[in-house]
């Protein structure tokens, strides 16, 4: 028999886990803004795929208000840099509320202000776009010169992301303060190291932003140094698609194993692994410019040396992947080899949308390889392979784990459940993009090796046998990117009734605890001060020379072209 | 810390590969040859037509150097001068390109002749072209609308076959 005081002690005990286990209502306001924009910009960033594809397909023509590379560039800044840092922003502002604890109401307000900043330079580029004065796609390419509001807005939506990003690492400093000497909750351990490479990375796009591009789109200076903006880009540019990767990967290691009834297989690798991008992310950039003119090869090998080694925390992390489910699977008793294979909750969309991004990760990041192969990159630079390449990553392992992860983290953030009907539809959608993708990106990457080039529009190049060698390869990537629009419309409608019609309930936001008696974490891999010095060191020993070199070397600067 | 034996072994075999992989790159480039575009040589983009060798382009039969043939190739928004090139299989190639404007690509579809030409920068690349066929070259950099209709012709002939 249960005695008042127990039941009193016991509904005490399970409302302060509820408070542990839940995100705070207020966090979780700030996280859902963060995401639901992040939707939009996937209903929207979908839909202008959808036109390029059918527009490459030779079927199609666009009506006469809408200039392809418009489109393109859509669908690069939509996808490209707002659905990531909008739904990194709004992950990790609940992940780290969920695991370091509620924010303060100042840290809230930072974060606010940070959302507000960057939905302010979105609306302001989205303008500029719009009214077709910024078609120069999301990498730039001076000396095509857009408006400067275009740069501007995307310059407030880095900021934005930053200001949110440090009321992150607050409320993580803050739980350190709390708590000397313990390991720290690996969840938001992992948001602030990925925040710390988003900083450091972003300053080299800052810098072209602010000192190249907007007072020369302004008028105030009349001409730009080309290379030495595009390198500043690529400086910026690669660290990115880590910034991309690293919260699927806080999704790989951290919700997953609990999704299947498991334990993280170990923190310490965990760590090690997010040290290592945070060290090895940003100084590959010039893999992006072996091609280019003005650069010295040494320079262009030793980046590439670095790039490679960045694939070994990529290399850990499919260990540890592998290790849980096969340990998970023998738990439940799974005999041979493969047996374990069969024991995983397949029926589960918080398991089977990631578990089909690492899948796909694993050609992707194969064919980064090749791309990142110095000499190797010559037959693929700039052909439709490495759009093939970037859809598997970031478009399929990266995007499929965030679409798995929002069907349950916004209805635990809004106090609804992810029904039954909901997860059958989650997984609709993850089988459709699998389809489509396969499609779609191997007809990419096959056209792309046969020259195929890359952001073009449909054209038949004066008859080439080769041009119409490529041309029926689009039309193959147009029925992958039918199918793809059909997931994305799903995706819309899940989001939609999660966000606003699915019953009221609770959602679990599922964190795994490490494995019982696993040793301690090595307190060196909690040290940010010598991570963070060891990361400026190799940036400053990567790209000290070559860009002293660019600099010295810089012909006559480029006045600006607008030709669209 | 701890690390399980199999991991180990995963990643002495995934490291191993990663190094072999460069070692076969590094030897191919340094000691082979085989690098990408590195070209060093500065130009005013403004006066390209006024500058040796893109005041005259086309192909060029030349003695005494490494390579049977010189390519000058200029860029502008949208189209490549000479629109067709016309070499013998087998020719030892030097192709030299710039931009009178913008950024755009030269990429010879179908082989690694593929370069960035940026205005101010001279690109180069010298090749041997050992197989007969018709090449598009394409501008596979975006440089404006008329982006996807830059285009020029290479056509590496067999002349036993046309006698």
């Known amino acids: ?287 992006h410019q072996f091609t280019e003119p003005g650069i010295d090869p040494l320079w262009k090998f030793i980046q590439t040396v670095l790039t490679f080694f960045v694939v070994v925390p990529s290399l850990m992390t499919a260990f540890s992947m592998f290790a849980t489910f096969e340990m998970r699977g023998r738990e439940l008793g799974a005999k041979g080899v493969f047996g374990w294979f069969k024991k995983l909750p397949w029926s589960d969309s918080r398991f089977l949308l990631p578990f089909i991004g690492m899948v796909a990760f694993i050609p992707g990041g194969a064919g980064g390889i090749v791309n990142a192969s110095y000499q190797m990159n010559e037959l693929v630079h700039n052909t439709i392979w490495v759009t093939g390449h970037f859809h598997l990553t970031v478009a399929t392992a990266v995007a499929l784990t965030f679409f798995g992860t929002a069907f349950w983290l916004i209805p635990h953030l809004n106090g609804r459940k992810l029904t039954k009907r909901a997860n059958s539809m989650a997984n609709c959608a993850g089988i459709l993009w699998a389809i489509g993708m396969t499609i779609m990106s191997s007809a990419m990457h096959i056209a792309g090796l046969l020259g195929a080039p890359r952001r073009s529009a449909y054209s038949e190049y004066g008859g080439s046998e080769q041009a119409a060698e490529w041309i029926s390869y689009q039309i193959t990537q147009a029925i992958g990117g039918s199918i793809l629009f059909i997931a994305i419309l799903v995706i819309t409608g899940l989001i939609i009734y999660l966000g606003f019609f699915a019953p009221k309930g609770e959602e679990e936001f599922p964190v795994a605890e490490v494995a019982p008696g696993a040793e301690k974490v090595p307190a060196a891999l909690e040290n940010f001060k010598l991570w963070g010095i060891i990361m400026i060191a190799v940036i400053i020993f990567a790209y000290t020379i070559p860009i002293i070199d660019i600099i010295q070397n810089s012909p006559l600067g480029s006045i600006g072209y607008k030709l669209w | 810390m701890e690390i399980h034996k199999y991991e180990k072994w995963w990643m002495i075999f995934g490291t191993g590969t990663l190094i072999v992989f460069l070692i076969i790159l ?138």
């Not at chain 1, 604890?101 to 900043?117: A, D, M, P, S, Y």
């Not at chain 1, 010169?145 to 990003?165: C, E």
């Not at chain 2, 404006?144 to 046309?162: E, F, I, P, Q, R």
């Open chain 2, 26 to 163: 590094g030897v191919s480039a340094f000691h082979g040859g085989t690098h990408p575009n590195n070209s060093k040589w500065t130009i005013n983009y403004e006066n390209v037509d006024q500058i040796e060798p893109f005041n005259n382009p086309g192909l060029h039969k030349v003695e005494g150097k490494d390579w049977d043939y010189e390519v000058v190739l200029v860029a502008q928004a949208f189209a490549y001068n000479p629109t067709e090139i016309e070499i013998p299989v087998g020719s030892k190639v030097r192709f030299i390109a710039t931009t009178k404007d913008v950024i755009h690509g030269l990429e010879v579809a179908g082989t690694n002749i593929n370069m960035m030409l940026e205005p101010g920068y001279v690109s180069e690349k010298i090749t041997t072209l050992d197989k007969a066929g018709t090449y598009t070259i394409v501008c596979n950099e975006y440089c404006g609308t008329g982006h996807a209709l830059m285009y020029s012709t290479l056509k590496v002939v067999d002349n036993n076959d046309n006698n």
């Open chain 1, 1 to 287: 028999m249960t005695t008042t005081k127990e039941t009193v002690q016991s509904t005490a005990t399970s409302s302060l886990k509820k408070q542990l286990e839940f995100v705070d209502k207020k966090d979780g306001k700030l996280a859902l803004a963060y995401i639901y924009v992040a939707f939009i910009a996937v209903f929207l960033g979908g839909t202008a795929g959808l036109l390029q594809v059918l527009v490459r397909s030779g079927k199609f023509e666009l009506p006469s208000f809408l200039n392809y590379y418009q489109v393109l560039t859509v669908h690069g800044v939509l996808l490209g840099l707002v659905l990531t840092t909008f739904f990194i922003m709004g992950f990790q502002t609940a992940a780290v509320s969920r695991t370091s604890g509620t924010f303060t109401n100042k840290q809230r307000t930072i974060g606010w202000v940070g959302f507000w900043l960057a939905t302010i330079g979105l609306v302001a580029a989205a303008a500029m776009v719009l009214t077709n004065q910024a078609s120069v796609l999301y990498t730039f390419y001076a000396p095509l010169k857009a408006h400067w509001v275009f740069y501007l807005g995307l310059a407030l939506v880095v900021v934005g992301s930053w200001i949110t990003g440090l009321a992150q690492a607050m409320r993580f400093v803050q739980w350190r303060k709390e708590h000397k000497g313990q390991s720290t909750p690996l969840l938001s351990f992992m948001a602030v190291v990925n925040n710390l490479l988003w900083f450091i990375a972003t300053l080299g796009v800052a810098i072209e932003v602010l000192f190249q591009l907007i007072p020369w789109s302004m008028g105030l200076v009349e001409r730009v140094d080309v290379l030495l903006s595009r390198t500043l880009f690529w400086y910026f540019g690669h660290a990115l698609v880590y910034f991309w990767l690293l919260p699927a990967y806080m999704v790989w290691y951290v919700v997953i194993p609990k999704v299947i009834g498991g334990k993280i297989f170990s923190e310490s690798l965990a760590k090690l692994a997010f040290m290592l991008f945070l060290i090895l992310s940003v100084p590959v950039g010039l893999h």
